[in-house]
């Protein structure tokens, strides 16, 4: 069982960045892909970015893309989503994901784990 906790959200103006965590429980962290979902208010979840399992490779949402990077370290089984350039558009709760294996990583039923999800609000 892997469990995920998501740290780092909270309120900033637009154009400011935060920095959001997610630590794994899962002693074999570098097995599974991750990845961050979100879901604005009234709006449904939506994928923002996925990493794989070396970090060698990302793909992110149009919507973020240039603004958002995903990283990760496997030694200390967290991965990261730097948010810079930040919107009103991206105020949302943020939730962490893990797959062993993905076709599709915009998918939300690809993933097999999610996280409680950390509030982020961008002020105008």
């Known amino acids: 069982q892997v469990q995920l906790v998501e740290s780092g959200g909270g309120s900033v103006q637009a154009g400011g960045s935060l920095r959001l965590s997610c630590a794994a429980s899962?002693?074999?962290?570098?097995?599974?892909?991750m990845g961050w979902f979100r879901r604005a208010p009234g709006k449904e979840r939506e994928f923002v970015a996925v990493?794989?399992?070396?970090?060698?490779?990302?793909y992110y949402a149009d919507s973020v893309k240039d603004r958002f990077t995903i990283s990760r370290d496997n030694a200390k089984n967290t991965v990261y989503l730097q948010m810079n350039s930040l919107k009103p558009e991206d105020t949302a709760v943020y939730f962490c994901?893990?797959?062993?294996?993905?076709?599709?990583?915009?998918?939300?039923?690809?993933?097999?784990?999610w996280g409680q999800g950390t509030h982020v609000t961008v002020s105008s």
């Open positions: 899962e002693r074999i962290f570098s097995d599974y892909n």
């Open positions: 994901v893990a797959a062993l294996t993905i076709a599709t990583p915009t998918a939300e039923d690809e993933y097999d784990y």
């Open positions: 990493i794989g399992r070396n970090g060698g490779a990302t």
